[in-house]
């Protein structure tokens, strides 16, 4: 029973360039959030997506990032023209109900994709 | 979601329990209590919740306060392995957006 899948792991753009992050949950899951984490800072919420929905996207920057889940494939989160200040891991993490349901049974995250931007 | 306090950080010693502790005065009566750790260079991983009792699982005990004001993560043993930033978290049963990572407790072991 595979967990969540991110790839790639490590992702080198140069300034300019576009990332896609993919994100595969864990069977049965239909939840995927989206975390940033600067390097030495925590991690923080960026995005939660059901299939083919947005349910809160509060924490995505306004400007040149977008994420989508759609009814078939990954999770994508998609940033456009990096800068080096988007150099971070970025960690996805899905559950098998929404919110109010994952404050009982809790996230699963994968393993990150580090984004390193040159 | 409400605020927690917890140490920057805690040595302990292989094979010795170890007593994180959390500190959550503003905890509203629908709020669950969750850790997580991550360990140096993964993702988060869950460790283990609770609401108003105390919880055991195959990692670790949480030991919520009577009046829920703080809680304690215990590891029974600690082990190499057990190094990792542990974080504690609340959560609203009805929270509409993601977890709330703090600064964590950066737990080391020695040898």
């Known amino acids: 029973n595979a967990g969540v899948m991110q790839n790639p792991r490590h992702l080198v753009r140069r300034r300019g360039q576009e990332a896609r992050l993919r994100c595969s949950p864990m069977k049965g899951h239909s939840h995927v959030y989206w975390y940033r984490q600067l390097p030495e800072e925590g991690l923080k919420f960026m995005v939660y997506l059901q299939k083919e929905n947005i349910i809160d996207e509060s924490g995505m920057p306004k400007e040149r990032f977008s994420a989508e889940f759609p009814k078939e494939g990954p999770s994508i989160l998609r940033i456009q023209q990096v800068v080096r200040g988007d150099s971070a891991a970025y960690f996805c993490a899905s559950s098998p109900v929404g919110t109010g349901g994952a404050s009982v049974y809790g996230y699963t995250f994968g393993s990150g994709t580090r984004l390193t931007v040159v | 979601d409400a605020k927690t306090t917890q140490p920057n950080s805690m040595e302990s010693n292989e094979e010795e329990p170890v007593h994180l502790p959390c500190n959550h005065s503003?905890?509203?009566?629908?709020?669950?209590i969750h850790w997580y750790r991550q360990l140096p260079s993964q993702g988060p991983e869950y460790v283990i919740h609770g609401l108003t009792s105390n919880v055991n699982n195959r990692m670790a005990s949480l030991a919520i306060a009577e009046d829920r004001k703080s809680s304690t993560l215990i590891l029974h043993r600690a082990t190499l392995r057990d190094a990792a930033v542990y974080y504690c978290?609340?959560?609203?049963?009805?929270?509409?957006?993601?977890?709330?990572f703090g600064k964590g407790t950066h737990l080391i072991i020695q040898p």
């Open positions: 978290i609340l959560r609203d049963r009805g929270g509409a957006d993601g977890l709330t």
């Open positions: 503003t905890i509203s009566g629908t709020d669950y």
